[in-house]
């Protein structure tokens, strides 16, 4: 079964903390990405990567850091530094071009 | 600068109504423009793009580039098409959300 994977679905942060939220694909997109959704807001871009080891910043990429050392994954770190972390974080992949991109079921993360 | 203005934050209708979601854009290219839904308790999912002027779910959308726009369109609304509705673009290897509008449809 094709798609994108998101973990966890629940995630909590303690002051100080970093965590990593996880997202796989088994599409065979080249292209990845990272959004945060808040309630008024839309989606914002946060990273995205076209290729392997290699991402761009995107809007709001503060306090965010990624890595992309295989096609399938693309692990989004909410470091300390992001003081507002609280969001629905979604994850998507594309395949080349202009075509449309595939989402994941996201991540709600809390500050504990 | 790539920008897409969704206006209306929330479009409350009757079932049978006819429903217009507003999307307006900027673009200095040529756009790819789509619009996303998602359900109550579903991952966001594309709805329709407008290279392929199809009418999905009864909805259908026209790129006007005169106007900058590419509203989404139903003729009569139903309860099931209660969602948040995204407007998208795509240029330079980017997509570019709307702020989303919420539409509900009553009985």
């Known amino acids: 079964d094709g798609g994108i994977t998101q973990s966890p679905k629940y995630l909590f942060r303690k002051e100080g903390q970093n965590v990593t939220l996880s997202c796989e694909q088994n599409?065979?997109?080249?292209?990845m990405y990272w959004y945060r959704q808040d309630p008024g807001q839309g989606l914002r871009l946060i990273y995205y990567s076209q290729i392997v080891n290699d991402f761009q910043k995107g809007d709001i990429a503060e306090g965010y850091s990624v890595s992309r050392e295989k096609k399938e994954s693309f692990p989004l770190t909410v470091t300390s530094a992001q003081k507002n972390p609280t969001a629905f974080y979604l994850c998507a992949s594309q395949d080349r071009g202009n075509q449309p991109q595939h989402f994941g079921d996201g991540t709600r993360l809390s500050i504990l | 600068a790539q920008r897409v203005t969704q206006p209306e934050k929330l479009l409350s209708v009757f079932k049978g109504a006819p429903v217009e979601l507003k999307c307006n854009y900027s673009y200095s290219g040529s756009p790819e423009l789509f619009w996303y839904v998602q359900y109550s308790r579903q991952r966001l999912q594309l709805l329709l793009r407008?290279?392929s002027r199809e009418s999905i779910k009864g909805f259908t959308a026209d790129l006007n580039k005169g106007e900058t726009s590419f509203h989404l369109k139903k003729p009569f609304a139903q309860e099931e098409d209660s969602a948040m509705y995204y407007c998208?673009?795509?240029?330079?290897?980017?997509?570019?959300f709307g702020t989303g509008t919420r539409l509900l449809v009553s009985p």
């Open positions: 998208a673009l795509t240029g330079f290897q980017k997509l570019v």
């Open positions: 599409l065979n997109h080249d292209a």
């Open positions: 407008h290279i």
